[in-house]
């Protein structure tokens, strides 16, 4: 029969297993930075599941993160988003209220002949979308290219 000592590397060795183990499944989350963030956010779909889809991120980012400053561009089919007959209408409104920005291009616009009287409220229009997007990145905010 062997000793209580005997048993002690087995047992150690073990608990080390355990413990590098439990380590390595914790370092896999990484918590967020709990800071302001900058965010712009391409917007080329018209698909509506896409639409449904940017608002559910909205939700989440501005929830988790309320001081970050967020900017939604559409261009090309992704303008359909920001027009009288939107499906998301509601949470666009909701989410400029909160300080969302939702921007319109109107190189876009002028190639599809849509007026500015055909955007929601609290749209603004920038000259091309994409430049803005650049312009953002180049000072520093994080781009995100929405849709699946």
Not at 11 to 27: N, P, V, Y
Request: net charge positive; charged share 15%; aromatic share 6%.
């Amino acid at each position: 029969m062997k000793s209580n000592n005997q048993f002690l590397p087995s047992i150690l060795i073990t608990m080390a297993f355990c413990f590098l183990s439990h380590m390595g499944i914790s370092q896999n989350y990484i918590p967020y930075q709990k800071k302001a963030h900058q965010i712009v956010i391409q917007l080329t779909s018209s698909d509506t599941l896409v639409h449904k889809s940017l608002m559910n991120q909205l939700s989440n980012l501005t929830r988790l993160s309320p001081d970050s400053k967020i900017e939604i561009v559409c261009h090309g089919p992704g303008l359909e988003i920001l027009l009288d007959q939107s499906t998301v209408a509601n949470g666009i409104q909701k989410y400029a209220k909160q300080g969302v920005v939702f921007l319109a291009c109107e190189n876009t616009m002028t190639q599809k002949s849509i007026s500015k009287d055909r955007l929601l409220p609290n749209v603004n229009i920038v000259e091309g979308g994409i430049l803005e997007i650049v312009t953002k990145q180049e000072q520093g905010w994080s781009y995100i290219k929405a849709g699946f």
